[in-house]
T-cell receptor, first 114, second 109 residues
Framework: NAGVTQTPKFQVLKTGQSMTLQCAQD?????MSWYRQDPGMGLRLIHY???????DQGEVPNGYNVSRSTTEDFPLRLLSAAPSQTSVYFC?????????????FGEGSRLTVL | DAKTTQPNSMESNEEEPVHLPCNHS???????IHWYRQLPSQGPEYVIH???SNVNNRMASLAIAEDRKSSTLILHRATLRDAAVYYC??????????FGSGTKLNVKP
């Protein structure tokens, strides 16, 4: 099993450009989520999904869109990138975070917005 | 998460126990407490979680205060491979995880 796979690993954008960060998992997890990690601030939840067709906002959703059309994939879209979105992004999935408490993280995608 | 506070860094000697503290003074009754650790250039890795009772697993122990406003992650014998950033988190409604800013643990040989 590959676990949680994120692409791309590195990306440089200009202000105003759009892009999609891809996240795929092969563990048949219903729960998937996106975090951003900035220096000194830990990880902050952007959006999450508890199953196909169901998404909800986290702590810092502004400027990001998500959709969940399949169990396996949970892409994160930046419609108009801003320098404040420079960060490392992590995708995480779980079978049932409420009972197992365990999130499985990808290796991260480092985004720089110029 | 501003409501979850941890020391910025701690240091330990190899093969000695390490106690990593976390304050979560505004935790609600149904929020679980979780701990994750992160090595450089990797995603966080699950360590342990609990609700009210102390918990043990093969990696660590979690001691939760009776009022649940604080918790302590215990590594019984630190090794060099335990050097990482340790995050205390709380989960609201089982779906929203709020991470603290993390404690960087340095293990000296």
């Amino acid at each position: 099993n590959a676990g949680v796979t994120q692409t791309p690993k590195f990306q440089v954008l200009k202000t105003g450009q759009s892009m999609t960060l891809q996240c795929a998992q092969d563990m048949n997890h219903e729960y998937m989520s996106w975090y951003r990690q900035d220096p000194g601030m830990g990880l902050r939840l952007i959006h999450y999904s508890v199953g196909a067709g169901i998404t909800d906002q986290g702590e810092v959703p502004n400027g990001y869109n998500v959709s969940r059309s399949t169990t396996e994939d949970f892409p994160l879209r930046l419609l108009s990138a801003a320098p404040s979105q420079t960060s490392v992004y992590f995708c995480a999935s779980s079978y049932n975070p409420g009972s197992t408490g365990e999130l499985f993280f990808g290796e991260g995608s480092r985004l720089t917005v110029l | 998460d501003a409501k979850t506070t941890q020391p910025n860094s701690m240091e330990s000697n190899e093969e000695e126990p390490v106690h990593l503290p976390c304050n979560h003074s505004t935790i609600s009754g149904t929020d679980y407490i979780h701990w994750y650790r992160q090595l450089p250039s990797q995603g966080p890795e699950y360590v342990i979680h609990g609700l009210t009772s102390n918990v043990n697993n093969r990696m660590a122990s979690l001691a939760i205060a009776e009022d649940r406003k604080s918790s302590t992650l215990i590594l019984h014998r630190a090794t060099l491979r335990d050097a990482a950033v340790y995050y205390c988190t709380r989960s609201a409604n089982f779906n929203k995880f709020y991470f603290g800013s993390g404690t960087k643990l340095n293990v000296k040989p």
